[in-house]
């Protein structure tokens, strides 16, 4: 799978922070339930998942770094079922934990580890569910008002 979180975040207090994300994807999956057994090999899938976000933050030694951990969670679209022969609307709920280094002249860098399960709920007759692992490593941009 790749995929880019775009984030719109809001501090609720100086550790917590909540926000809408938007994760547009590509899933390399098998085309059916038994890989390549019978030659049907592998799709590329389009996808997008729009998820809401809690953040919550705990201060390191110092102020150059802080330790994070969030949860999110959303409906997701993928212009084909996604796993094979289940359902094109999913819900996408990730869970993560990383570090914010804030150096002192650049902007802050993210680097983390990230945990999405795509899931179907249960309302299609399939529902295997799909587990991905990521490293995340972004920064923060912020705007003025």
Same mark, same amino acid.
């Given at each position: 799978m790749t995929a880019v979180n775009l984030e719109l975040t809001w501090s609720i207090s100086p550790r917590t922070a909540i #926000? /809408?994300?938007?994760?547009?994807?590509?899933?390399?999956?098998?085309?059916?339930? /038994? #890989?390549?057994?019978? #030659?049907?090999g592998d799709e590329n899938v389009r996808a997008v998942s729009g998820s809401v976000l809690v953040r919550r933050y705990f201060r390191l030694n110092g102020e150059r770094s802080r330790l994070f951990v969030e949860l999110s969670s959303g409906p997701m679209w993928a212009e084909q079922r996604v796993p094979a022969l289940t359902s094109h609307f999913n819900f996408a709920s990730q869970a993560a934990i990383g570090l914010v280094l804030l150096p002192r002249s650049a902007m802050p860098v993210i680097v983390g580890y990230r945990f999405m399960h795509i899931s179907n709920g249960g309302y299609a007759p399939r529902n295997p569910g799909l587990g991905v692992s990521s490293i995340m490593i972004g920064t923060v941009v912020h705007f003025e008002r």
């Open positions: #926000g /809408f994300v938007v994760t547009p994807m590509v899933v390399n999956q098998p085309r059916s339930w /038994f #890989g390549n057994a019978f #030659g049907d």
